[in-house]
């Protein structure tokens, strides 16, 4: 039984590690939509730091995506950027793509 017990224990700290890491990336890309989404609404370099985290905040309000697109789209709106929904998306997923490179290229 030992055997099953180590096997077990090993699956629940990989699955944990991986949990971790995708957090870690979520964040990452979260905090480069905030600066994409800062630099279009022409905020200064102090501004910019404090909306990224504003906008990595805002992704613990629910699962899932909804919660920072609507964030973005509502901002960009509101500082006359005119978006659609699918744009952020699109940056959101290229964002995704950037974060995961980022944090690959930071472990190697």
Known sequence: MSGFDDRERAF??????DQELQFRITARRNRLLGEWAAERMGLTPEETD???KAVVQADFEE??????????????????VEISDA???AVLNEKTVEARRQFIDAQG
């Open 12 to 17: 629940e700290a990989q699955f944990a590690r």
């Open 50 to 52: 404090a909306y990224a």
């Open 63 to 80: 699962a899932g995506d909804e919660d920072v697109i609507r964030k973005l789209a509502g901002d960009l709106t509101a500082a006359k």
């Open 87 to 89: 744009e952020i998306r």
